[in-house]
């Protein structure tokens, strides 16, 4: 990626002091009404069409409208709701940890936008485009909408004799909506003011920074909650709270405005780094440097290698967080420290040393049959654990016995890394690994929690909806690698075993799969083996969304020559080094379209948690909002706020994938 | 480099016993069938160590299904293939061995378009010789010098042109620093005026005392460079002579068609 210059540069003749590029010929644009003649009303047909399409457009519009601003609409259930939307009943005195979360995750979201990205403008003539068409749309909106029933001085509406309700007069309806005019104005007005202020050229070339707007907007409404009464209204403890006229709460300006001082100190923190770092390359100019010039100054390439460390740092930063932001909201207040300390660490580091002691030895050169017969022994005798479990002669700890399987295959992989120091070395490091996983994981994650809820879970909503998914995502996309390299695999083990799966998960719908991990697995677990819901409900999206990234990944292995594999072996490269190195990330790069769509898919299939029992985002605003005694049966309400949420997040991802694919396309040709 | 076998290890073979000393590569009966069609028979010839063997045939004669037998990028059936006093077999070991003394250029070059020039000749001594980064970026840049191509090094293999691109593979086949090195028609898929500047890096390479095969259509270099010429067809070695024996007085009647075929 330290090569930005466009394909038609003359790239080989970069001995040669090459000038800048003749530029095409400057073509102004179209006067409107002439860019509308020719593209909306060329002939006769296209104008029946054009016509036809508006009108659509129109009354699709008009009736969302009638449909947000009917009187029939309590968007108050929404806004009364908001937390239990997204959080569910998380316990008030808790609900710092929460803030905790949302703050770490805006943290690295402000390094990396500071330090990755490449923020370039949205010039004048885009952004007058925006607010012109916003005020149009605003004043058609205003226009086409059904005039407002009549309501009598006690607030019911009237009905005329034959029981239709009565509406106010097209006149007075335009009159009542003075507000939207005048927001249509300022919109109209603004875009308008600056196209008469700057020239055509102007407007096509000045540009605006789009970090501004991106972060401007956000501090814009955060700001506003200081000063404009939104009104208060809010359900905490059972009571529902509605104080029109008043403030936002302080305990949602407060955590909002720190988050956006958050975001913004860190992306300008990323920004100062990166822009260090891009003027101590420039110290010492590079040859290649020359003919990039004046490509563009606004937005200089992050040379090649620079903050490698804080990158990697910051990367290793986003794995890791979703399994600490874990602890930090699901945590247990009055978690069990003692059984942690007498039991789980204890067992922990012993499994952690002795372990390793018998992975060292495992691996030593002369170790050979020996070492085989004494790894398949700890295999038996780690199947027999389970099978004494099952049968009820006595019972290990759970945790204790996958740790002891997994010991138990690693001591089978021992043979592939004996001998070399640096080997045995990096086996033993693995183990290490694992056993913090997995300790970690039994502690944190498949631990019921004791707190106090209406319900099972912790934590419901939004936050559910974006914890399963990501979760699902960050364990499927590894299984679904090793599938797919699984069924590409000469070994025809592999290959059979790979294949069943796949085509057995894709051939079930993914609700069956889930309420059998949920509903039907806990009967066939063993005694004295567990499983908490969600883990369930997890462990089933992973594996149905391994299935499908593995047909993903397989279409991008296939499309690597056979070329490749070939000059991968003539080096000499082991065929683990050819995979990670040659074959994956070409195969991969290929598959980012349907890999993002896989995970778009992913995030909003969550949304089937509600039929398995688990409150996420769709089911507080389908059954639970409804069944309050305030606002009995508004569902239409929530749903269509819980449809724009799904769409912000997955239109974001989708955006966020178009970005990735030129990024990652750019040496390629 | 480590070219001495492990003595001891009873899976390599030790030279004396199965090759002299300066036999770099040794076949002996070599077959190789693709299903029911015998694409080598009977081969027999033996490389010594600094020699430019070029090998020559009509399309189809089995030259670069033998080149690629050498470092079991095709398996052959049934005769012995021995490098470098190690013997192919099925044994993962001797393959990765033999592989990485052995360099090999494609014709359709085969550079990882995802990695930089310098990238793709730096992965391998870094991953399989084990050389630090900054020893094998020192090695890659005068490497890339010797080709002549040393301003490159941070483009990607797609903004070169195919000239460039086959010398970078040169250069990514000698980062390994072979004791042999195989060319598998390395001017097929050039164009005429790119042709030059791949021959040139060849020939300077030959002078410098690498052990060299290489299967062509280039009968000039055939001419100048080779040491030996093996003309092959349908999959048997019809003749081996040095250039001036076999361009002036070819002793069989198909190697002289061949040369007034391409002539």
New interface residues.
């Given amino acids: 990626m330290?090569?930005p210059m466009p394909p038609a540069a003359p790239?080989?003749l970069?001995?040669e002091p090459v000038g800048p590029a003749a530029s095409p010929p400057d073509r102004p644009s179209l006067p409107p009404g002439r860019w509308i003649r020719e593209n909306l009303f060329p002939n006769a047909r296209n104008s029946i069409l054009t016509v036809f399409a508006i009108l659509v457009a129109l009354f699709t519009y008009r009736g969302l409208l009638n449909f947000m601003f009917s009187e029939e609409r309590s968007w108050i259930a929404v806004r009364t709701n908001l937390r239990l939307m997204f959080t569910q009943a998380y316990p008030e005195h808790q609900y710092i940890r929460v803030w905790v979360t949302v703050g770490l995750v805006v943290v690295l979201a402000g390094l990396s936008a500071g330090i990755w990205a490449r923020w370039g403008g949205v010039t004048l003539k885009r952004l007058m485009g925006w607010l012109m068409s916003g005020g149009g749309l605003v004043a058609v909106g205003v226009l086409i909408r059904e005039p407002s029933v009549l309501t009598d001085a006690a607030g019911e509406t009237v009905r005329d004799d034959v029981g239709e309700l009565v509406r106010e007069s097209f006149a007075a309806a335009m009159a009542d909506r003075w507000v939207w005019w005048a927001a249509a104005l300022v919109l109209f007005g603004l875009g308008l003011a600056l196209w008469l202020r700057f020239d055509d050229l102007a407007r096509r070339t000045s540009e605006i920074p789009v970090a501004w707007l991106v972060f401007g907007l956000p501090g814009l409404l955060v700001a506003s909650t200081w000063v404009i009464r939104y009104g208060h209204y809010a359900f905490a403890d059972g009571e529902f709270i509605a104080e029109p006229g008043q403030l936002v709460a302080m305990s949602t300006r407060v955590p909002w405005t720190v988050i956006w001082l958050l975001l913004v100190g860190c992306f300008g923190i990323g920004r100062v780094a990166r822009s260090r770092a891009i003027a101590s390359s420039q110290a010492v100019p590079?040859?290649?440097d020359d003919d990039e010039g004046a490509e563009d100054e606004a937005a200089p390439e992050l040379p090649?290698g620079a903050l490698a460390k804080t990158r990697a740092i910051v990367n290793l930063a986003w794995v890791l967080s979703p399994f600490f932001l874990y602890w930090v909201v699901m945590r247990d207040p009055e978690i069990d420290y003692a059984h942690v300390f007498s039991t789980m660490l204890p067992m922990g580091l012993a499994f952690g040393v002795v372990g390793s002691a018998v992975l060292w030895w495992l691996t030593r050169s002369d170790a050979g049959e020996v070492g085989r017969l004494a790894a398949i022994g700890l295999l038996l005798l780690a199947a027999f654990h389970w099978v004494a479990a099952f049968f009820g002669w006595y019972s290990m700890l759970q945790v204790a016995r996958i740790a002891f399987l997994l010991l138990a295959v690693a001591g089978l992989l021992a043979p592939n890394f004996a001998g070399v120091a640096a080997q045995r070395r990096r086996l033993v490091g693995a183990w290490l690994f694992v056993v913090l996983l997995v300790f970690y994981g039994a502690t944190v994650i498949n631990a019921p929690s004791t707190i106090e809820t209406p319900t099972d879970m912790f934590i419901g909503g939004f936050s559910v909806t974006l914890l399963v998914s990501v979760l699902t995502i960050m364990l499927s996309f590894p299984i679904g690698v090793l599938l797919a390299l699984a069924r590409t695999s000469r070994q025809p083990i592999f290959r059979v075993l790979s294949t069943v799966y796949i085509e057995v998960i894709r051939g079930v719908p993914l609700i069956t799969l889930l309420l059998f991990f949920s509903g039907v697995l806990p009967l066939f677990l063993p005694d004295g083996m567990e499983i908490a819901e969600l883990a369930a409900a997890i462990l089933g999206y992973t594996l149905f969304s391994a299935a499908y990234l593995a047909e993903n990944v397989r279409g991008g292995l296939q499309s690597i020559?056979r070329?490749?594999y070939?000059?991968?072996?003539?080096?000499?490269?082991?065929t683990t080094?050819r995979t990670g190195?040659?074959v994956l990330?070409?195969s991969l790069?290929v598959s980012i379209p349907p890999l993002v769509g896989q995970v778009i898919a992913t995030f909003k299939e969550t949304s089937l948690l509600a039929i398995i029992g688990l409150f996420d985002f769709l089911r507080m605003a389908n059954s639970v909002v409804p069944n309050q005694s305030q606002f009995l049966g508004v569902r239409r309400e929530g749903l269509l706020f819980i449809s724009v949420v799904y769409w912000v997040v997955a239109f974001a991802m989708s955006k966020y994938s178009q970005r990735l694919e030129q990024r990652v396309g750019l040496?390629?040709? | 480099m480590s070219t001495q076998p492990a003595h001891g290890d009873a899976t390599i073979a030790v030279s004396d016993e199965l090759a002299a000393r300066d036999d770099m590569i040794v076949c002996r009966d070599v077959d190789k069938w693709f299903g029911d069609f015998q694409a080598l028979s009977g081969i027999t010839a033996t490389i010594k160590e600094q020699e430019i063997v070029v090998v020559l045939g009509p399309s189809g004669s089995g030259k670069s299904t033998w080149i690629r037998c050498i470092n079991r990028l095709e398996a052959h059936q049934s005769g012995q293939i021995i490098v470098d006093g190690i013997e192919l077999t099925n044994d993962l070991r001797n393959i990765e061995k033999i592989r990485s003394e052995v360099g090999m250029v494609f014709q359709q070059f085969n550079l990882f378009p995802h990695l930089t020039v310098m990238d793709n000749i730096t992965l391998a001594p870094i991953w399989v010789r084990r050389k630090s980064r900054p020893e094998a970026e020192e090695l890659a840049e005068s490497l890339l010098e010797r080709v002549g191509i040393p301003e490159q090094a941070q483009k990607f293999p797609g903004q070169l042109s195919g000239g460039q691109q086959q010398r970078v593979a040169i250069a990514r086949a000698l980062a390994m620093e072979p004791r042999v090195m195989l060319f598998d028609e390395p001017t097929s898929a050039l164009d005429p005026e790119m042709i030059k500047e791949v021959l040139d890096v060849m020939e300077e390479l030959a002078r410098s005392g690498m052990t060299m095969m290489v299967v062509t259509h280039e009968m000039g270099f055939a001419r100048e460079v080779a040491d030996r010429i093996i003309f092959m067809e349908e999959g048997e070695i019809v003749e081996v002579g040095t250039p001036h024996h076999f361009f002036t007085e070819p002793a069989e009647e198909r190697t002289k068609l061949f040369l007034s075929q391409v002539l």
């Fill in positions: 330290t090569d790239t080989a970069a001995a590079d040859a290649a090649r020559r070329g490749q070939e000059a991968a072996d003539a080096v000499g490269l082991t080094q190195f040659i990330p070409q790069r040496g390629q040709r």
